[in-house]
């Protein structure tokens, strides 16, 4: 049995029953992978909170491989 992780309080999920899936993140070279959370925490996890910095890190590296210099 693999232990899950609250996404919303960082806590180990002890009880299956208590584990909601909430999403999942695709992996670069892989699968990926399903998020998890307490059940009483599922409503407040934001799966889209990293979007932001995921898409500014995207566009920095896509220029910086483009540079000729």
């Known amino acids: 049995m693999t232990l899950q992780v609250c996404r919303y309080c960082d806590g180990p999920i002890i009880d299956p029953d ?8 695709m992996g670069m070279s892989g ?16 799966p889209d909170a990293d979007a932001d910095a995921v898409r500014i890190l995207s566009h920095v590296l896509i220029v ?6």
């Open 18 to 25: 208590d584990a909601v899936a909430v999403a999942h993140e």
């Open 64 to 69: 910086k491989a483009l540079r000729q210099d």
């Open 31 to 46: 699968p990926g992978w399903t998020v998890w959370a307490h059940a009483e925490h599922a409503a407040l996890v934001d």
